[in-house]
């Protein structure tokens, strides 16, 4: 009896792990090797881990609607200049972004500039650097 508690305990303890590390999702709808420039007011903004969300009122040839956005997981963008406040809702801001591979609106922020000016995210503008942005994005 002792032996199937142990047994069944441990396949639970298993099965929880990964569940919980299947919950990471990759980064592969984003193209990585492209960036996006996009202005738009903030309209929601979550610091938190594992992505930042972010949703953007943009004003293009569509008209003014909503774009949904993830980011880098909170201690990746501390390490790449974001402080807690640099961006709050009503903040008119610019994100560069890797875009979504099928063409839908909204991608990856991999920087932004701020209401302020204050620049954060990957400094590099250089394509190149595209594998490293998404294997951070994936948390490698």
Do not use: C, W
Not at 12 to 25: E, K, M
Request: aromatic fraction near 6%; avoid cysteine; proline fraction near 3%.
């Amino acid at each position: 009896m002792k032996n199937i508690t142990l047994t069944l305990a441990a396949t639970i303890a298993l099965l929880g792990l990964a569940t919980t590390a299947s919950a990471h999702h990759s980064a592969v709808q984003f193209d990585f090797t492209k960036q996006v420039p996009i202005k738009g007011v903030v309209k929601h903004f979550r610091a938190i881990n594992p992505h930042m969300q972010m949703i953007l009122a943009v004003t293009d040839a569509k008209g003014t609607h909503d774009i949904e956005f993830e980011g880098h997981s909170t201690n990746n963008m501390y390490r790449n200049g974001y402080r807690k406040g640099m961006i709050n809702v009503g903040d008119a801001i610019t994100v560069n972004v890797a875009p979504l591979k099928d063409g839908h609106e909204g991608g990856y922020v991999v920087s932004a500039v701020t209401a302020s000016g204050e620049p954060f995210g990957m400094k590099s503008r250089n394509l190149a650097d595209a594998a490293k942005i998404q294997a951070q994005a994936e948390g490698k």
